[in-house]
């Protein structure tokens, strides 16, 4: 059962880093604080992604960086 659990969190991980890069594609270069809320509303649950993490990812894409490494 331990492969099921590692291979649903690297599914999670993948679908994470995928909403990620398609934020960064369509919104990179666009002010914070209209960044912050497109990529609120787009990621999927995720445990350990904290608040503080979102606003670091959605600061790199605001400056044009895409933080997903796709």
Do not use: K, Y
């Not at 969190?9 to 209209?34: I, K």
């Amino acid at each position: 059962m331990i492969a099921d659990r590692v291979t649903q969190e690297h599914e999670a991980n993948l679908t994470l880093f995928r909403v990620v890069h398609e934020v960064a594609v369509r919104h990179a270069g666009r002010p914070f604080h209209e960044v912050l809320p497109i990529l609120q509303g787009s990621l999927p649950p995720v445990p350990g992604l904290d608040e503080p993490e979102v606003r670091r990812i959605a600061e790199q894409i605001s400056v044009g960086r895409d933080p997903s490494g796709l």
